[in-house]
């Protein structure tokens, strides 16, 4: 059931056959999700932690006048709030934007890895160090990238965090965001959004059709987005 979960991490460096067995027995409660559920509620205290094991879900912020922000993107094989293992109190909502599927691993299992395994501890780690490198890569693009870099920019980082988890087919995946959503993320209108696609058409990178992005010019589109996948840490290497 863990699969993305252990391409992930074994992305990055080698487990050892004990810790993936460990990862399996604690995470054996699954739950299922509709589209627009909260996986996690703003202001909760979760005594567990949330893994993706397929389908895609938002962090995000409500603003006062109801207009919504979404701050990160979560794909299969992500745990969406590891962090609330020492936070305990979630300053964010998580919500799934497709049919989700995950499993919940309870803190007191997370706490007893910290202190048992202090191997599978950093990858854990490394695992919320990596969202945190994604935030900068968001706050980059919102700041100084034109939102034509932007949208490119995201397009390259999904098919990549897709393809280690084998979510990818060929250069194309499945991406089941609305116009109005994929708004949310970047920040802007939905004209403004329907424009700047319209530009990348026309430029012939990208297609988005029936929620599948197919890549046409991989080359291109990592240019128009100056992307470097080095923030991502893909690379095995002992940790």
């Not at 909260?38 to 389908?55: A, E, K, M, Y």
């Not at 207009?67 to 919500?95: C, N």
């Not at 059709?209 to 996948?229: G, K, M, S």
């Amino acid at each position: 059931m863990i699969e993305p979960l252990l391409l992930n991490l074994g992305s990055r460096d080698v487990l050892s056959n004990e810790e993936e067995n460990l990862l399996r027995s604690i995470l054996v409660k699954d739950r299922q999700f509709a589209v627009g559920e909260d996986l996690v509620s703003q202001g909760s205290r979760p005594p567990f932690s949330t893994l993706l094991l397929d389908g895609f879900a938002a962090r995000y912020k409500v603003m006062a006048d109801g207009s919504r922000q979404i701050t990160a993107l979560h794909v299969a094989g992500d745990f969406v709030d590891l962090h609330a293992f020492p936070v305990k109190v979630m300053d964010h909502g998580i919500v799934a934007l497709s049919p989700c599927h995950v499993a919940l691993a309870d803190h007191a299992d997370l706490r007893a890895i910290t202190e048992r395994m202090p191997h599978l501890t950093r990858l854990l780690w490394l695992d919320t160090l990596v969202d945190g490198a994604i935030h900068r890569e968001w706050i980059v693009a919102m700041g100084r990238r034109s939102k034509r870099a932007q949208i490119a920019h995201l397009v390259c980082e999904l098919f990549m965090r897709l393809k280690v988890v084998r979510r990818t087919r060929g250069e194309s995946f499945q991406f089941p965001l609305t116009q109005i959503e994929m708004a949310d993320v970047l920040g802007i209108s939905v004209v403004h959004l329907n424009k700047t696609l319209q530009a990348l058409r026309r430029e012939g990178v990208f297609t988005w059709e029936n929620r599948t992005i197919t890549i046409v010019d991989w080359e291109r589109l990592q240019e128009i987005a100056e992307f470097d996948p080095a923030y991502l840490s893909i690379s095995r290497e002992p940790r």
